[in-house]
């Protein structure tokens, strides 16, 4: 089963750009991991949140995790066609396995 | 290697055969996870290695699954009597270690295999 749902689906930005992911969640958490993965390739871990942080980031990254609204975001600054990619919120609750939603698709356009 | 490894990176094989998929770990880490991903889906979880144990089988869908880590290192998911659902990409991760705050760390991801069953 999948716990995490990201918002959008899809989305389409031009170079240049900030992009923003959102994944809501149902069940209390410890912390809530972003990753990455380009087409036909294994997952890049971005980023760790713990559930007392509200804030993080990392180079362009930006996460927030509100754990009142079960709700994170992902902000990508000056986004890169690079950065075209899947994005994945995945949680976890005490030592349980990680539970992945279903991506964002992030198609950046030069 | 720097990273994890699988293999094979493509496996095509028909309805009812028997498979094997392999993992090679991070050398020194401890813990090893399996997972499927359908097309359009995220990850799931199929099945928590540490060290040479199971420490969680749950995410197994049925006993047509099986793995196994004998030695602490390497890892192979076995697949018994293929199905045509059981198509999908299997990812292998590991991570340093399991301790009381093993829920802090992050998993390092192969590059999966994908698998096709005709």
């Known amino acids: 089963s999948q716990q995490g749902e990201e918002d959008p689906q899809a989305l389409s930005i031009q170079e240049g750009e900030n992009a923003t992911m959102n994944c809501s969640y149902k069940t209390s958490i410890n912390n809530l991991q972003w990753y990455r993965q380009n087409s036909g390739r294994g997952l890049v871990h971005l980023i760790l949140?713990?559930?007392?942080?509200r804030e993080k980031h990392s180079g362009r990254l930006r996460v927030t995790l509100d754990t009142s609204k079960k709700s994170s975001s992902l902000l990508i600054t000056a986004s890169r066609a690079a950065d075209t990619a899947s994005y994945f919120c995945?949680?976890?609750?005490?030592?349980?396995?990680?539970?992945f939603g279903k991506g964002t698709r992030l198609s950046v356009i030069a | 290697g720097a990273g994890v490894s699988q293999t094979p990176s493509n496996k095509v094989t028909e309805k009812g055969k028997y498979v094997e998929l392999r993992c090679d770990p991070i050398?020194?880490?401890?813990?090893l996870y399996w997972y499927r991903q359908s097309l359009g889906q995220g990850p799931e979880f199929l099945i928590y290695?540490?060290?040479?144990?199971?420490?969680?089988d749950s995410g197994l869908p049925n006993d047509r699954f099986f793995a196994v880590r004998p030695e602490g290192s390497v890892s192979t998911l076995k697949i018994q009597r293929t199905e045509r659902g059981d198509s999908a990409v299997y990812l292998c991760a590991s991570s340093p270690r399991t301790s009381g705050r093993s829920y802090q760390e992050t998993q390092y991801f192969g590059p999966g295999t994908r698998l096709l069953v005709l």
């Open positions: 290695f540490q060290g040479t144990g199971a420490a969680d």
């Open positions: 995945a949680t976890r609750n005490g030592n349980t396995p990680l539970v």
């Open positions: 949140i713990r559930s007392n942080e």
């Open positions: 050398s020194g880490h401890t813990a």
